[in-house]
C-alpha cells in the first residue's frame, strides 16, 4: 500500500503564499499520477492540480497562474506552491496518489484572511 504525509498549509494572508508537500512511501512503484484536492467547509471536494509521472500537469481554472505542482520523483514528493493566496483558497487540501488504487492523505488546513 502507498501512505502519503503531508506538511504545510496553515494560516496565510491574502495576496501571500504557503507550500504544501505531500510525501509517499510504501509500495509507490505503480504510481502514475499524484495530485491535490481541496473541500471547503459546506462544498464537494475538487481537484486542484494533478501531475503525471511524465509530468503532464493540469490545474484548476481557478488557481491557473496561482499555484504550482512539482514532482521530486527521488524523494516520492509532490509540492503545491501556493502564490497570491485568496480567501477563497481556505479549504482542507488532500493529496492523493494514483495507480492501482487511489490512496489519500490525511488532509491539511489551509486558512488565507483577508
Known amino acids: 500500500q502507498v501512505q502519503l504525509v503531508e506538511s504545510g498549509g496553515g494560516l496565510g494572508q491574502a495576496g501571500g503564499s504557503l507550500r504544501l508537500s505531500c510525501a509517499a512511501s510504501?509500495?509507490?512503484?505503480?504510481?502514475?499520477?499524484m495530485g491535490w484536492y481541496r473541500q471547503a467547509p459546506g462544498k464537494q471536494r475538487k481537484l486542484v492540480a494533478h501531475?503525471?509521472?511524465?509530468?503532464?500537469?493540469t490545474y484548476a481554472d481557478s488557481v491557473k497562474g496561482r499555484f504550482t505542482i512539482s514532482r521530486d520523483n527521488a524523494k516520492n514528493t509532490v509540492y503545491l506552491e501556493m502564490n497570491n493566496l485568496k480567501p477563497e483558497d481556505t479549504a482542507v487540501y488532500y493529496c492523493?496518489?494514483?495507480?492501482?488504487?487511489?490512496?489519500w492523505g490525511q488532509g491539511t488546513q489551509v486558512t488565507v484572511s483577508s
Open positions: 492523493y496518489a494514483v495507480g492501482t488504487t487511489t490512496r
Open positions: 510504501g509500495s509507490i512503484a505503480g504510481i502514475y499520477g
Open positions: 501531475i503525471t509521472s511524465g509530468g503532464t500537469i
